[in-house]
């Protein structure tokens, strides 16, 4: 078997993005670009995989260490231009290197393997020096022509460059090419920055490579696996055609989507069958949905959990696990290290951090619960506040199991209540209660006779209480 290394460029400045963050490390669908870009180069089994670095160098190098570090990085120069990046990348191998050259772009990230597969087989059936991938475009403004003489591809001309005449072509250079190494290693030798950008131009070898030997261009007809972003407009497009095929993948999976065009899942999410997403819901990052659960409308879900059977309205979750047949919301943040068990319901105006909330356990109305854990089949009342921060450090709340803790509550942590124990409506509970026990701190209520009347003389209040006490 030849032997493969792939290159993946990433090396220009991106001007394009007016952005402090580097081009190729903006995302769609949840990926950086670049990501998309190494998840393909990495699945191809070649020998090498190179990325050519240089503005941005330390964030985009940062990047890549974490999420794909056997990636060699090769170091672009002062000189500009798809073919000096190209070159940096061939400095990496050796001399002696006799395999195909296959080079993607960092900024067209929907190439995938199967043409990239169908196109190193066509490379080397045909045993060209060189082959390109080009595509039809309606609107072909800022890609590379394709250049043909009575059908043969003759070159590409790069947008600044071309004619009146060529820039009515419509058949554009993707920026994805295979080469063999050493014609490319001796054609980008000769190639110069004699052009409108200064730059020097990897799209040059293929009109030097044409006088020593057969070029070929192998047309891919889906317009989307060759989009190049270079800017913000290009970005968003790029990423709704990608969120489009994801929808749409999930629906021929066995996933009912009720509004396709307001429902984002970023490539990572993973939905169980007859997963049911309502309109205006996001998945995002490591989420995982069960088998028949209920998400949103107006949800968005992050790096979640989610069993089966359950349901999740109109929240906002991060990191969360959520068990079979457990519901969630109206109107819930649960934040980082919630943790609800099976049956268990987290209901309207509810925030949850770091709670472990057990099977069945129910936290129904208005409440907040920071550094807790609830116990099975307890009911928290209405308007409870786990008071778990004392201004220096946090602390921790535990509620035993079957416990009735009353509405108004506020826990000042660290405190227990034991299991199966009850508290009154409006306590404050500083000490730990018992098992079994009723948690009461009754405060004597004092009602002032007619201190409305007095003090509020004429109001609405003292006409209404005068009219009361006729
Ligand atoms: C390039 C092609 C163009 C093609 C288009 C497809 C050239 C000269 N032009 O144009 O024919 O139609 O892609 O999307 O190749 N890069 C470097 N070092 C540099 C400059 C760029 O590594 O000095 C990298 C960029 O980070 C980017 C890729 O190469 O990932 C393409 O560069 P870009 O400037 O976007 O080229 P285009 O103008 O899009
Ligand atoms: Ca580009």
New binding site residues.
């Given amino acids: 078997m030849r032997q493969l290394a792939v290159v ?7 001007t ?1 993005m007016k952005s402090s963050v580097p ?2 490390l903006h995302e769609i669908a949840g990926l950086p670009m670049l990501g998309h870009v190494l998840a393909t180069a990495h699945s191809l089994s070649a020998n090498h995989v190179i990325t ?4 941005d160098k330390e964030k985009i190098e940062q990047y890549i260490s974490q999420h794909f570090p056997s990636t060699e990085i090769a170091v ?1 120069d002062e ?7 190209a070159e940096a990348a061939l400095s990496l191998l050796s001399e002696d290197f006799d395999g195909d050259v296959l080079i993607l ?4 990230p929907l190439i995938d393997v199967q043409s990239i597969s169908e196109l190193i087989e066509r490379h080397r059936d045909s045993s060209a020096l060189g082959t390109l991938v080009s595509c039809e475009l309606s609107n072909p403004t ?4 394709i250049i043909r003489s009575r059908g043969e591809l003759v070159g ?1 001309v ?2 600044k460059d071309a004619s009146d005449d060529q820039r009515e072509i419509r058949e ?4 994805v090419y295979v080469f063999s190494a050493k014609m490319l290693r001796n054609a980008l030798a000769k190639v110069t920055t004699k052009n409108a ?1 200064g ?6 070898v293929v009109g030097l490579l044409i006088d020593q030997g057969n070029v070929q261009a192998f047309q891919i007809v889906d317009r989307w696996l ?3 972003i ?1 800017d913000r407009v290009q970005l968003g497009e790029v990423a709704s055609e990608l969120n489009a095929r994801i929808v749409r993948a999930w629906q021929l999976a066995g996933v009912t989507i009720d509004e396709p065009a307001s429902t984002w899942i970023d490539v990572t999410v993973q939905l169980g069958q007859d997963v049911r997403i309502l309109p205006s819901t996001r998945l995002h990052g490591i989420t995982t949905v069960g088998q028949g659960s209920t998400i949103g409308p107006d949800t968005t879900l992050q790096d979640c959990q989610i069993g089966k059977g359950a349901k999740v309205t109109r929240s906002v979750a991060d990191s969360v696990k959520i068990s079979d047949g457990a519901s969630v919301g109206p109107f819930a943040y649960l934040r980082p290290g919630t943790d609800l068990g099976e049956q268990g319901k987290i209901g309207a105006f509810v925030e949850t951090k770091n709670a472990k909330i057990g099977a069945g356990a129910k936290v129904p109305h208005l409440t907040y619960v920071g550094d807790a854990e609830i116990g099975e089949g307890a009911n928290i009342g209405a308007g409870t506040i786990f008071a778990n921060y004392d201004g220096v450090n946090k602390h921790q709340t535990k509620v035993g199991r079957h416990a009735r803790t009353g509405s108004g509550n506020v826990f000042v942590a660290p405190v227990t209540i034991g299991d199966g124990a009850y508290t009154a409506a409006g306590s404050t509970i500083r000490r730990d209660v018992e098992p079994g026990a009723m948690a009461m701190n009754p405060v004597t209520q004092k009602n002032l006779a007619d201190w409305v009347l007095q003090k509020r003389p004429g109001s609405d209040s003292a006409k209404a209480a005068e009219k009361g006490t006729e």
Avoid: C, F, M
């Fill in positions: 993946v460029l990433a090396a220009g400045e991106g394009r081009k190729v050519v670095l240089r503005h672009q000189i500009p231009g798809t073919g000096r990046a772009s960092g900024d067209v800022g890609y590379g022509r590409i790069e947008q554009v250079n993707a920026g950008a730059e020097k131009y990897l799209t040059d060759v989009a190049g270079n």
